[in-house]
């Protein structure tokens, strides 16, 4: 499962909020929506998040797995 928690500290950690993070670093109000629900996002938004950031993708995403995704 992804999820995308460590984005949430991370932005706060530099003081960004979701707000700046649109208006002046011109991230993109959908991608973000599809981040708030976990859902799947490019690479090339994990890249734009880490450069706006300066931080690594393990800053931005976790990847975990649960008992039943390991079996199949």
């Known amino acids: 499962m992804i999820d995308y ?6 932005l706060k950690s530099k003081g ?3 707000y700046r993070l649109i208006r ?3 991230f993109s109000s959908g991608q973000l929506h599809r981040i708030r ?3 799947h996002v490019s690479t090339h938004t994990l890249e734009t998040l880490c450069r706006i950031l300066n931080c ?3 800053d931005i995403v976790r990847i975990s797995f ?7």
């Open 24 to 26: 002046s670093y011109h």
């Open 5 to 10: 928690s460590p984005l949430w500290n991370t």
């Open 16 to 18: 960004i909020n979701q």
């Open 37 to 39: 629900k976990n859902e």
């Open 66 to 72: 649960d008992r039943e995704e390991k079996e199949s």
């Open 56 to 58: 690594s993708v393990a």
